[in-house]
């Protein structure tokens, strides 16, 4: 089976660094993706791991570490638009092809 | 067009009917997926074409769901006999390629049909 571990709820206040965490234990793993959902809305893709290591990309940056089925979400200098769902997702084999299997997301609120 | 649409934008029907939810991916992704999100939960995996065959079909819930793509574009998830367990948001979501290999192959998702069974 399938288990994807994040916090449900999270508060930060703005321009603060906020770390969202995210444990999975899966038949096989090919990556890991993080989705931005806004409420409302459909997610967005934020970043995709594969390799161990910090992935950056302007204000967000994504960290893995296979050993320990773990990652996080950095977000830097947090501002209102922020506030969202965090989606952690893995993607596994299944038959023959792969499928992606998200967390149940953490909502982040961003506060003055 | 630009992105996945999905129509319609909203469904509301009553216990026991049939629904078609309809998905158009992006212009030339061959891969295209369909999700349902309950209210507080990340979106959960029913169905992934690759063209026009279904690749995995493992997270159709039951018989009363099913999917084609004839032409391995436009999509139809179908429910018959609906029950109001089936109330959540469908997502549909499309990719260049499929989830095979070592390319991420990015998903972008529709903005989703919200079905309400009463």
């Known amino acids: 089976g399938q288990n994807i571990d994040q916090p449900t709820e999270m508060t930060a206040t703005e321009g603060a660094i906020v770390q969202i965490n995210c444990t999975y234990q899966t038949s096989g793993f090919n990556g890991l993706f993080w989705y931005q959902q806004h409420a409302g809305e459909a997610p967005t893709f934020l970043s995709y791991?594969?390799?161990?290591g910090l992935e950056e990309k302007g204000r967000f940056s994504s960290f893995l570490s296979r050993s320990k089925g773990y990652s996080y979400l950095l977000l830097k200098e947090l501002q209102m638009k922020d506030s969202a769902s965090y989606l952690c997702a893995v993607r596994v084999p299944s038959g023959g092809y792969q499928k992606v299997t998200f967390g149940t997301g953490t909502k982040l609120q961003v506060i003055p | 067009g630009a992105g996945v649409s999905q129509t319609p934008s909203n469904k509301v029907t009553e216990k026991g009917k049939y629904v078609e939810l309809r998905c158009d991916p992006i212009?030339?992704?061959?891969?295209l997926y369909w999700y349902r999100q309950s209210l507080g939960q990340g979106p959960e995996f029913l169905i992934y074409f690759q063209g026009t065959g279904a690749a995995d079909d493992s997270g159709l819930p039951n018989d009363r769901f099913f999917a084609v793509r004839p032409e391995g574009s436009v999509s139809t998830l179908k429910i018959q006999r609906t029950e109001r367990g089936d109330s959540a948001v469908y997502l549909c979501a499309s990719s260049l390629t499929g989830l095979g290999g070592t390319s991420y192959n990015e998903q972008f998702f529709g903005p989703g049909t919200r079905l309400t069974v009463l």
């Open positions: 212009s030339g992704h061959t891969a």
């Open positions: 791991n594969v390799l161990d």
